[in-house]
């Protein structure tokens, strides 16, 4: 059957119209877009040297945290220390003689101190700390749950029990109420698009609703042993869960949280 040039036309400048309508959906329901390399350099700091160099600003201020991580995170021992004795003595991070670095290398080093700077987990002020009093933690994300059945996928600050937990961002109330792990638990939506997971609680705030909008420092409810925690001292569990459903490590971001809320900018 021969169709006729008419039709042939119609239908080729409706499938062009269906591709357009295709592509501009596409571009309007795309999550926020954040560069492929900030994610897996973040979850490559080892909390170990992100603690370290949050201690090392108190002894030596002068330089700038996310000057010292770029470099101590990317460089061999002995050339960061070449750049971090410049920088004690003032020099600025853009007038670093890098000596016979690589181009590439120095490039490396410039990225991730942007990466520092501009991603919202480690600006000062940006984040609460989430608990209100006394607390302890350690790293324990990826130890063995239920001798194997899962991994643990977050951090536990322990505290007493009926010690205030707040919301470290501001964002939506997503989750709330029971489940079988987490006990009492809120779950917030947060501005930068992460689910935050605050679990084990004694009480929830009556104030919270599901869908009701929170700001950073809001009161969530006290610390308990709910749950899985039943038999544990009381602690808050928390997780941050990203936009693609990956479970990241809270400890570094925990650390620098904590110090920026006791030196209060
Ligand atoms: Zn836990």
Not at 195 to 218: F, N, P, W
Request: charged share 20%; glycine share 10%; proline share 6%.
């Amino acid at each position: 059957m021969k169709i006729p040039a008419r039709l042939q036309r119609g239908l080729a400048q409706f499938s062009i119209l269906i591709l357009l309508a295709f592509v501009a959906w596409l571009v309007l329901h795309r999550s926020p877009s954040i560069p492929s390399d900030v994610y897996p350099y973040l979850s490559s700091l080892s909390p170990a040297l992100v603690e370290q160099c949050t201690l090392e600003d108190r002894t030596s201020p002068t330089i700038l945290w996310m000057d010292r991580l770029a470099i101590k995170s990317t460089l061999p021992e002995i050339e960061a220390q070449r750049l971090l004795d410049q920088l004690n003595v003032q020099v600025p991070f853009a007038a670093l003689n890098w000596g016979v670095l690589p181009t590439k290398t120095i490039g490396t080093v410039q990225r991730h101190r942007e990466i520092l700077e501009q991603y919202p987990y480690y600006q000062p002020n940006r984040y609460t700390f989430p608990v209100m009093g006394t607390t302890w933690f350690e790293d324990s994300f990826g130890a063995d749950r239920e001798r194997g059945k899962r991994r643990h996928e977050g951090t536990d600050l322990f505290s007493k029990e009926g010690t205030p937990i707040v919301s470290i961002c501001g964002g939506k109330v997503e989750q709330l109420g029971w489940n079988r792990l987490g006990g009492e638990r809120v779950g917030i939506r947060g501005d930068d698009g992460n689910y935050y997971y605050y679990a084990h609680l004694q009480y929830i705030s009556t104030l919270l609703v599901k869908g009701k909008r929170i700001e950073a420092g809001e009161p969530l409810g006290s610390m308990g042993h709910t749950g899985v925690a039943l038999t544990t001292p009381d602690h808050l569990h928390f997780g941050i869960e990203l936009a693609n459903g990956q479970w990241i490590n809270p400890y570094p971001f925990l650390v620098v949280w904590q110090y920026w809320g006791e030196k209060r900018y």
